[in-house]
């Protein structure tokens, strides 16, 4: 069975991020996004528009942060949510850690306006960006 389009679209956007293709990633990221990211850290709170996700990324990148998809569990969608379901690494110098997480967006025409994240080891991240 085929992938609900939206769901597909937030697919092609994960993998994108997985494999660094930043333009691409970018381009699925709608203007308007409000990102909402967990965690008592530095890089968590609720971020505005395209450039203030993508400007996200950016900070975390010239912290020395580096952030990858361990595998991508599942992705299932409608016409309104797409759940994914991933593990993802965090890592700072020698410092790491895992997590499992739940990515809950709005997905409208191909690109994502809405995502909420949820990390099973939230502690441990929040440890590991500082």
């Known amino acids: 069975m085929a992938d609900h389009p ?18 691409k990633m970018a381009a699925s990221i709608a203007d308007d996004a409000v990102w909402h990211v967990p965690g008592s850290n530095r890089f968590a709170g609720d971020f505005q ?8 990324f950016q900070q975390m990148g010239a912290a020395g942060l580096s952030t990858s ?32 997480a739940v990515w809950i967006m709005h997905v409208k025409d191909g690109v994502l306006h809405d995502f909420w994240g949820v990390n099973d080891n939230q502690a441990e991240i929040d440890r590991v960006i500082g």
């Open 49 to 56: 528009g395209k450039a203030g996700v993508l400007g996200r």
């Open 6 to 23: 939206n769901a597909a679209a937030a697919r092609a956007a994960i993998e994108a991020f997985a494999k660094g293709d930043v333009e």
């Open 69 to 100: 998809i361990e595998d991508i569990h599942d992705v299932v969608g409608g016409d309104e949510h797409v759940v994914s379901l991933v593990k993802l690494k965090i890592s700072s110098g020698d410092a790491s850690a895992s997590a499992n």
